[in-house]
């Protein structure tokens, strides 16, 4: 099963979901929000990918702090 990055529309907390293609977004863990699919790259299936992949969204700057899109 593939994992997914999810942001929730309402907190603004991202997560990881594994769950078939075709299946509805889990909600928020921490505040039961609805999820909107983020894409960081291509799904991963397990393992070292799902880690390199989880390492270098944690390394990129958020909005307003440093990133190419705000002064």
């Given at each position: 099963?593939?994992?997914?990055?999810?942001?929730?529309?309402?907190?603004?907390?991202?997560?990881?979901?594994?769950?078939?293609?075709?299946?509805?977004?889990?909600?928020?863990?921490?505040?039961?929000?609805?999820?909107r699919?983020?894409?960081l790259?291509?799904?991963?299936?397990?393992g070292?990918?799902?880690?390199?992949?989880?390492?270098?969204?944690?390394?990129?700057?958020?909005?307003?702090?440093?990133?190419?899109?705000?002064?």
């Open positions: 099963m593939p994992t997914y990055d999810y942001q929730c529309t309402r907190c603004g907390s991202r997560l990881e979901a594994r769950h078939a293609i075709g299946a509805t977004p889990p909600a928020c863990d921490h505040c039961g929000g609805g999820l699919r983020m894409l790259q291509a799904p991963a299936m397990h070292f990918a799902a880690r390199g992949r989880d390492a270098a969204a944690r390394s990129l700057p958020e909005c307003g702090k440093g990133c190419r899109c705000c002064p």
